[in-house]
């Protein structure tokens, strides 16, 4: 099957849901599919490029678009949402590859705050 399905899944949930969202999406239509599977199946659908994936607190997040690009990660809810790859010119990677020697071949940057929503309920809690 499943493979589809579960591209179709990573699809609808949209946003960069982990594996265990995944399953639980699909484990009332699919009640013999494991975790196991998904993991598998998602692990498949990276190595062909047809999805990607980003490590958030060492969890794989699967992305809709295997093109590389950044991430702004919220540390108390754990939203994810992506950043377009020319926000970050290349001036930054010339600069990180001055400062510390590596040649850097990633093209792919995670930052972490607050989203909207924590960063209003914060500022709310503070007043
Ligand atoms: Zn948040
Ligand atoms: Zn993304």
């Known amino acids: 099957m499943q ?4 591209l179709s899944a990573v699809r609808t949930l949209g946003g ?3 594996a265990a969202d995944v399953f639980s999406a699909l484990r009332d ?3 013999n599919l494991s975790l196991a599977t998904v993991y598998r199946a998602l692990h498949a659908l990276v190595e062909q490029g047809v999805i990607g994936e980003t490590r958030v607190d060492n ?3 699967y992305d809709t678009s295997p093109i590389p690009h950044h ?3 919220c540390r108390h809810c754990g939203n994810v949402a992506d950043l377009p790859q020319l926000i970050l010119g290349d001036d930054l ?3 990180a590859e001055a ?3 590596f040649l850097l071949d990633g093209r792919s940057v ?3 705050g607050l989203c909207p929503a924590c960063s209003l309920s914060a500022v709310a809690s503070r007043s």
């Open 3 to 6: 493979r589809r399905a579960i």
């Open 16 to 18: 960069h849901p982990t």
């Open 29 to 31: 239509e699919y009640p």
């Open 59 to 61: 969890v794989s997040r």
């Open 71 to 73: 991430h702004v990660v």
């Open 93 to 95: 990677f010339r600069t």
């Open 99 to 101: 400062h510390s020697g």
């Open 110 to 112: 995670q930052l972490t």
